[in-house]
């Protein structure tokens, strides 16, 4: 299956950081992972993506697993802007990106 | 605009009529793709272009459902005879480069389509 696994729900008090994980077992080498996130009634936001090493922008980290059969976006700072779904995505030679259910992220104030 | 733009955002429809959904992607981006989101759930592919050519069609989910982008830059989603099961949120996203596996894409805000 091309889909990832992630949990369904996480909460995350407000100006702390937190930590999204994401299965990816099955990829192979030249699958990237992308991480996107959506909120209510717009469509999804890119927020950052990678190969094989972490990656830093303006948004979040993306910590990649030597093996590759996972990775954990990070928000350094989670603000009330930053309650979304959020997807973790494996993008391979194909155009689809193949989504699955995201992690609902919840900050409390 | 600066940003992928669909429209109607909003379309009732009743069961059996057909119905036509727009994307005015970002232009100059090559690639553009429309995804189904059920309520609750992560979109699914249902097609991609490259230019004016129709790559992929893999996830279109019925003969019912065609696309076409004529000129390479507006795409028009257009589904006949809808049912009940095609009441979703409908996603188009564009980006600048041929297929996506290293870039990012941006979508629209998407179109909600409920048959009744």
């Known amino acids: 299956d091309a889909k990832t696994t992630q949990p369904n729900s996480m909460e995350s008090n407000e100006e702390e950081p937190v930590h999204l994980p994401c299965n990816h077992s099955?990829?192979?080498?030249?699958?990237?992972i992308h991480w996107y996130r959506q909120l209510p009634s717009q469509g999804p936001e890119y927020v950052i993506h990678?190969?094989?090493s972490n990656v830093n922008n303006r948004m979040a980290s993306l910590a990649i697993a030597e093996d590759r059969k996972s990775s954990t976006l990070i928000l350094h700072r989670a603000t009330l802007r930053d309650a979304a779904v959020y997807y973790c995505?494996?993008?391979?030679?194909?155009?689809?990106?193949?989504f699955g259910t995201g992690t609902s992220l919840t900050v409390i104030p | 605009g600066a940003g992928v733009s669909q429209s109607p955002r909003y379309k009732v429809a009743k069961r059996g009529q057909d119905v036509a959904l727009r994307c005015d992607p970002i232009?100059?981006?090559?690639?553009l793709f429309w995804y189904q989101q059920a309520l609750g759930q992560g979109p699914e592919f249902l097609t991609y272009?490259?230019?004016?050519?129709?790559?992929?069609k893999s996830g279109l989910p019925s003969d019912r459902f065609f696309a076409e982008r004529p000129e390479g830059s507006v795409s028009t989603l257009k589904i006949q005879r809808t049912q009940q099961e095609d009441s979703a949120v409908y996603l188009c996203?564009?980006?600048?480069?041929?297929?996506?596996?290293?870039?990012?894409?941006?979508f629209g805000q998407g179109t909600r389509l409920t048959v009744v």
């Open positions: 996203a564009s980006s600048p480069v041929q297929g996506r596996v290293n870039t990012e894409a941006f």
């Open positions: 099955t990829i192979s080498g030249t699958d990237y």
């Open positions: 990678g190969l094989t």
């Open positions: 272009f490259q230019n004016e050519a129709q790559l992929d």
């Open positions: 995505i494996r993008s391979s030679t194909g155009n689809q990106f193949y």
């Open positions: 232009s100059g981006h090559v690639s």
